[in-house]
Nanobody, 120 residues
Framework: QVQLVESGGGLVQAGGSLRLSCAASVSIFSINTMNWYRQAPGKQRELVAS???????NYADSVKGRFTISRDNANNRAYLQMNSLKPEDTGVYYC??????????????WGKGTLVTVSS
């Protein structure tokens, strides 16, 4: 099972930027989707952005135009560039990796999360 470690969270003022990083313990070349989720206090975890092995991306409506997801297969990392941050972006951000056949054996791995706090 792949281990995922997030980094890059912190406290930032509204309008600021952060770049989250997700480091995988194994090659992500065969990972079908690398995803970023977030969970705000008192709310359910929600999908923020995803990127396929072919580079196709998808974003939650609330972050379109502000966040950019990317992946670096050579270095087994995924990133989430977050610009124009808003207080409602506050939450714990989780990296997720999913793989399904025929790319490989089934996998649904999660990191422990990194906290992002946006002050108004």
């Amino acid at each position: 099972q792949v281990q995922l470690v997030e980094s890059g969270g912190g406290l930032v003022q509204a309008g600021g930027s952060l770049r989250l990083s997700c480091a995988a313990s194994v090659s992500i070349f065969s990972i079908n989707t690398m995803n970023w989720y977030r969970q705000a206090p008192g709310k359910q975890r929600e999908l923020v952005a995803s990127i396929t092995s072919g580079g196709f991306t998808n974003y939650a409506d609330s972050v379109k135009g502000r966040f950019t997801i990317s992946r670096d297969n050579a270095n087994n990392r995924a990133y989430l560039q977050m610009n124009s941050l808003k207080p409602e972006d506050t939450g714990v951000y989780y990296c997720n990796a999913r793989r399904w056949p025929p790319a490989g054996s089934g996998m649904d791995a999660w990191g422990k999360g990194t906290l992002v706090t946006v002050s108004s």
